[in-house]
């Protein structure tokens, strides 16, 4: 058995082996991700046209792992892709050493990644989108919205990306190295969207393919759907979100070969409306127009058989309930047998499949709204409806609690110095944008001092003496 001066020497070394530093970082290796200081720049995409940044490669190559680039969805339906720019896109765009001659977010951000793939031992490098639009009024993937943006996200930084949803507890600057993160800032709508949806009234239907089809409305007469997976784990991944029509009280229905049938309410009538639509390998729903089939309130469907349904709902002047009998055929139903029924409507809330569960509700999670999506299956209890968590989401300073929680990433103007301090305090990472001068320096100092004049004297010094990390 090993003596006490055996046991003093072997927790000395542990000790040392566990604070090496890292050839040429200047920081030891274990040192915590969120408590390291990084060289940023603030409107990354402007270099000489605004300030004295250079192209972003030059950046990167003098030590910057934080950029911002402003990014606005105008005109995405016809360009497929979002611009990069102050005010709009090419505003105050520097297209020169190297930059892209495009406005295309695509392109900036593939400088980024062919950048980190001949320098695989960078420190994690941060790429914040600056969202200058909101992006929740674009009612489809085609037209660009967050589905949209993650899967751009993946397809530009591949393996290398650090997706939030796989942060790793306790993550080290080394452990993260190689990797690139992106944030969401800008447009407090889309970043809060992003996070959680809200809506009333919502319908589940799921297949023996594990394919998931919700519905609901908005409360103001717009009707939205989600597409998503339930895994082996028993969570629903939510792949596609968009609007379809507009109506109250959903129901829907989704067969095992994609096809679905959604029924509705007309939001000021009584008429009872149906779509159709497939569901493809993306998660993409092409929907037909509204047909009426009757009226009445608060429609129930079934799929009975591959192409046979079933639709009960309550009379529109009292307590009775009807039924209909369906067959989808050539993107329609035929509607047949219409008669009063005993049968109680169907539960629209629930799908079952198998030993699969699915139900869909509503209420806040945290700070959320009361009307935030939620989902239930068999396995998972309260999960949020939302988007894949592919990018960070920034809380800053004055946003609504609900941005709050669970938020890694704080950002104000330098000057703020209290809520830089606070931040830091509690173990997250700020950044503190408009960093002009050694001035705006607090202790400690902001994660991401983010300035226009990276390479200014006063900059270097101040970044260094912080232990800046590259």
Request: net charge negative.
């Amino acid at each position: 058995m090993p003596g006490p001066r055996t046991a003093v020497a072997a927790t000395v070394l542990a000790t040392v082996l566990a604070t090496v530093v890292s050839p040429g970082t200047g920081v030891a290796a274990a040192e915590p991700f969120n408590s390291a200081v990084f060289q940023a720049t603030h409107n990354s995409y402007s270099g000489d046209v605004d300030g004295a940044k250079h192209s972003l490669a030059y950046q990167l190559d003098h030590g910057v792992r934080f950029l911002e680039l402003d990014v606005h969805d105008n005109g995405y339906a016809t360009g497929h892709d979002y611009g990069v720019g102050h005010d709009s896109p090419g505003n105050l765009v520097d297209h020169n050493g190297g930059n892209p001659a495009s406005n295309n977010l695509r392109d900036w951000l593939s400088v980024v990644d062919a950048w980190s793939a001949a320098h695989p031992a960078h420190a994690p490098l941060v790429v914040m989108l600056d969202l200058k639009d909101d992006l929740t009024d674009n009612g489809s993937y085609a037209a660009g919205d967050l589905a949209a943006l993650n899967d751009e996200l993946r397809a530009a930084f591949g393996t290398r990306l650090l997706r939030a949803a796989d942060y790793p507890a306790g993550a080290t600057v080394d452990s993260l190295r190689g990797r690139v993160l992106t944030l969401l800032s800008g447009d407090a709508t889309t970043r809060a969207a992003y996070r959680r949806d809200v809506g009333y009234h919502p319908a589940v239907a799921t297949n023996g393919r594990g394919q998931v089809v919700e519905v609901h409305d908005s409360g103001s007469g717009a009707l939205w759907y989600w597409t998503g997976t339930y895994g082996a784990d028993g969570r629903v991944t939510w792949q596609r979100h968009g609007r379809y029509g507009s109506g109250v009280t959903p129901a829907v229905a989704l067969n095992d070969d994609g096809d679905v049938v959604e029924v509705h309410q007309s939001q000021n009538a009584t008429t009872l409306w149906y779509q159709t639509g497939h569901l493809d390998a993306t998660g993409e729903i092409a929907w037909s127009a509204g047909r009426q089939y009757d009226n009445g309130v608060l429609p129930s469907l079934v799929f009975t058989s591959a192409t046979g349904l079933r639709e009960v709902h309550r009379s529109q002047s009292n307590s009775q309930n009807w039924t209909w009998q369906g067959t989808l055929g050539a993107g329609a139903v035929t509607w047949t047998g219409n008669a009063r029924t005993a049968d109680p409507r169907y539960d629209t809330t629930t799908a079952v499949h198998g030993g699969a569960s699915v139900h869909v509700h509503t209420g806040a999670d945290g700070a959320t709204p009361a009307a935030t999506l939620r989902v239930t299956t068999d396995r998972v209890a309260g999960a949020r409806i939302q988007y894949p968590q592919t990018a960070f989401d920034e809380y800053q300073d004055g946003d609504a609690a609900e941005l709050r929680d669970g938020a890694l990433f704080y950002g104000a103007p330098a000057t703020h110095s209290s809520f830089v301090t606070s931040a830091r305090a509690a173990g997250r990472l700020v950044r503190g944008w408009d960093f002009d001068s050694a001035a705006d320096a607090t202790t400690p100092l902001a994660s991401y001092p983010a300035t226009n004049t990276p390479y200014a004297a006063w900059y270097q010094t101040m970044t260094q003496q912080a232990g800046a990390v590259q």
